[in-house]
């Protein structure tokens, strides 16, 4: 501050005094003591208000037995995730593994035998009776339709209760299985199936006996495919069994002319052995044939034959399916079940009608010819392959497609040759005519209708297919055979109402 004399004085700040310090300090105590209720006043502090009011005590503790219970129901969950981890084992089944319709047929088949044996049981010891009576019976079923179709042509319909969609449990080895099937509402597989699992859980001490099960489920699904022929068929992006397995066909149950069969049979047996040889000299380990010849020659006939007898299956593709695409072929060609032959039956017709416009405006097949070029010899086809290939007409193949590498062996089924002709006939008489007195009429009657031009003639007019139609309508009656011999010459069609030509012709 400037005096009246221009001293400028400076004021210097004073101290509170003692006495306020003190006031503020005693206020805060007494804030203090009011807050933990420790003060002089009746009604208490803030915490004693809060511990002596009943609906905050009654909220505090609900909250804390709510937590304690959240806790303690999560230290369950941990600790029963923990023991389960411990003591259990699960084994998970898709339904795009092979795996699983052996499973389904296995459950089936040890539901019907524990029936049985509940059945029988005066027979079983008293634990044992517990025990089944114990077991749960299945409760949730699905049923298979299976169809059969007679020698006479009438259908059998029969009717399989299988393990449906649900939880199950089993007995097996005195070991207890829980079985889950689910089946996914909104998921689908790619053939447009709906998704499935089956989730299989025991004890981990007793986890051995899903090797012995699943063993016996295999062993059990190829005792009811054995002496048969699967046949596959392209369903999507995979190959699904086609109808009931076919009995094998006997392999001398096809004639093919002298030397041919035993020709296409060794090279492939050949081929089978030499995987070693294929894989040290860094050549694709694959092998094409082409069976060519006009209808009725016994083409499709030999390759079921050779399957049957190599215990082989067959897949078969057609290549004018509508959607069938370059890389669908291609892909379907490289996941071939194993111990599988391919065949494509008519490759001719797949590319005979490409540029024709159909009502619907569909313009024949997808695949082009690149894309089956590829799919049979290109950077990214498959081995241990061995495909078939049938034409009635090889004229119209480009020769691209039955070059070395595609086709290994090319080989012409024609019309029935004179061997041909002898060893069906001695097939299906060789005991109604021993002698073979019946067979000189027979080839008499063909070279008076010129089916044989001349006595010395080695191939016929007419096909296997035509013979052994004829020969299958006359069975057991070699006479018959003679006398209806004249449907086999060029442009007359078969007919079982012969009489008025037979008649006429004496």
Same mark, same amino acid.
């Given at each position: 501050?400037?005096?009246?004399?221009?001293v400028?004085? @400076?004021?210097?700040?004073?101290?509170?005094? %003692?006495a306020?310090?003190?006031d503020?300090?005693?206020?805060?105590?007494d804030f203090v003591?009011?807050?933990?209720?420790?003060?002089?006043?009746?009604? !208490?502090g803030?915490?004693?208000?809060?511990?002596?009011?009943?609906?905050?005590?009654a909220g505090?503790?609900?909250?804390?037995l709510g937590?304690?219970?959240?806790?303690?129901?999560?230290?369950?969950?941990?600790?029963a %995730?923990?023991?389960?981890?411990?003591?259990?084992?699960?084994?998970?089944?898709n339904?795009?593994?092979?795996?699983?319709?052996?499973?389904?047929?296995?459950m089936?088949?040890?539901e019907?035998?524990?029936?049985?044996?509940?059945a029988?049981?005066?027979?079983? !010891?008293?634990?044992?009776?517990?025990?089944?009576?114990?077991?749960?019976r299945?409760?949730?079923?699905?049923?298979e339709?299976?169809?059969r179709?007679?020698?006479?042509?009438?259908?059998?319909?029969?009717?399989?209760?299988?393990?449906?969609p649900?939880?199950?449990?089993?007995?097996?080895?005195?070991?207890?299985i829980?079985?889950?099937?689910?089946?996914? %509402?909104?998921?689908?597989?790619?053939?447009?199936?709906?998704?499935?699992t089956?989730?299989?859980?025991?004890?981990y001490? $007793?986890?051995?006996?899903?090797?012995?099960?699943?063993?016996?489920?295999?062993?059990?699904?190829?005792?009811?495919?054995?002496?048969?022929?699967?046949?596959?068929?392209?369903?999507?992006?995979?190959?699904?069994?086609?109808?009931?397995?076919r009995?094998?066909?006997?392999?001398?149950? +096809?004639i093919?002319? *002298?030397?041919?069969?035993?020709?296409? @049979?060794?090279?492939?047996?050949?081929?089978?052995?030499?995987?070693?040889w294929?894989?040290?000299?860094g050549?694709?380990?694959?092998?094409?044939?082409?069976?060519?010849?006009?209808?009725?020659?016994?083409?499709?006939?030999?390759? $079921?034959? #050779?399957?049957?007898?190599?215990n082989?299956?067959?897949?078969?593709?057609?290549?004018?399916?509508?959607?069938?695409t370059?890389?669908r072929?291609n892909?379907?060609?490289?996941?071939?079940?194993q111990?599988?032959l391919?065949?494509?039956?008519?490759?001719?017709?797949?590319f005979?009608?490409?540029? $024709?416009v &159909?009502?619907?405006?569909?313009?024949?097949?997808? @695949?082009?010819?690149?894309?089956?070029?590829?799919?049979l010899?290109?950077?990214?086809?498959?081995?241990?392959?061995?495909i078939?290939?049938?034409?009635?007409?090889?004229?119209? #193949?480009?020769?691209?497609? +039955?070059?070395?590498?595609?086709?290994?062996?090319t080989?012409?089924?024609?019309?029935a040759?004179?061997?041909q002709?002898?060893?069906?006939?001695?097939?299906?008489y060789?005991?109604?005519?021993?002698?073979? *007195? @019946?067979?000189?009429?027979?080839?008499?009657?063909?070279?008076?209708?010129? +089916?044989l031009?001349?006595?010395? %003639?080695?191939?016929?007019?007419?096909?296997?297919?035509?013979l052994?139609?004829?020969?299958?309508y006359?069975?057991?009656?070699?006479?018959?055979?003679?006398?209806?011999?004249?449907?086999?010459?060029?442009g &007359?069609?078969?007919?079982?109402?012969?009489?008025?030509?037979?008649?006429?012709?004496?």
């Amino acid at each position: 501050m400037q005096s009246d004399n221009g001293v400028v004085t @400076v004021a210097s700040s004073q101290p509170p005094p %003692a006495a306020s310090l003190n006031d503020a300090a005693a206020q805060k105590a007494d804030f203090v003591r009011l807050f933990a209720g420790g003060g002089s006043s009746t009604e !208490g502090g803030l915490i004693a208000q809060l511990a002596n009011n009943p609906l905050f005590t009654a909220g505090f503790g609900l909250a804390g037995l709510g937590a304690l219970a959240t806790f303690g129901q999560r230290g369950l969950r941990h600790g029963a %995730a923990l023991l389960r981890r411990r003591l259990l084992v699960d084994v998970e089944i898709n339904v795009r593994d092979d795996s699983y319709p052996w499973f389904l047929y296995w459950m089936t088949l040890h539901e019907r035998g524990r029936m049985a044996s509940s059945a029988a049981q005066g027979k079983q !010891g008293v634990f044992e009776s517990v025990l089944q009576r114990l077991t749960p019976r299945m409760r949730h079923l699905a049923i298979e339709t299976e169809k059969r179709e007679l020698p006479n042509g009438a259908i059998h319909t029969t009717f399989v209760l299988i393990p449906g969609p649900g939880r199950h449990v089993l007995r097996y080895r005195n070991a207890w299985i829980w079985v889950n099937r689910q089946r996914e %509402a909104k998921q689908f597989s790619m053939d447009g199936k709906p998704w499935e699992t089956v989730t299989l859980t025991t004890l981990y001490s $007793q986890r051995h006996v899903f090797e012995s099960l699943f063993k016996e489920a295999h062993e059990m699904a190829t005792q009811a495919v054995e002496g048969k022929t699967v046949i596959y068929t392209a369903w999507g992006t995979k190959w699904d069994k086609f109808g009931h397995p076919r009995s094998k066909r006997p392999l001398e149950s +096809v004639i093919l002319d *002298e030397g041919v069969k035993e020709k296409i @049979v060794d090279d492939v047996q050949d081929f089978l052995g030499s995987s070693k040889w294929y894989y040290e000299r860094g050549i694709p380990y694959r092998r094409g044939y082409l069976l060519y010849g006009p209808p009725g020659t016994g083409k499709s006939s030999f390759i $079921q034959a #050779l399957a049957g007898h190599l215990n082989y299956d067959i897949a078969m593709l057609n290549l004018s399916e509508r959607g069938l695409t370059d890389d669908r072929l291609n892909h379907l060609l490289t996941v071939i079940p194993q111990r599988t032959l391919v065949l494509l039956e008519d490759v001719d017709a797949a590319f005979a009608n490409r540029r $024709q416009v &159909e009502v619907d405006g569909y313009q024949g097949a997808n @695949v082009t010819f690149s894309g089956l070029l590829n799919a049979l010899d290109g950077v990214g086809s498959a081995e241990e392959r061995i495909i078939f290939l049938t034409t009635n007409h090889v004229d119209r #193949l480009d020769e691209a497609l +039955v070059r070395p590498g595609r086709v290994d062996m090319t080989v012409r089924l024609g019309e029935a040759t004179t061997y041909q002709i002898e060893q069906l006939w001695q097939r299906f008489y060789n005991e109604a005519d021993p002698n073979g *007195e @019946v067979e000189k009429k027979f080839f008499s009657k063909l070279q008076e209708i010129d +089916v044989l031009s001349g006595p010395d %003639a080695r191939v016929s007019r007419t096909s296997m297919a035509a013979l052994q139609g004829l020969f299958l309508y006359n069975k057991g009656n070699p006479g018959g055979a003679v006398d209806m011999a004249w449907q086999l010459s060029p442009g &007359e069609l078969p007919s079982s109402l012969t009489q008025s030509r037979v008649s006429a012709s004496r």
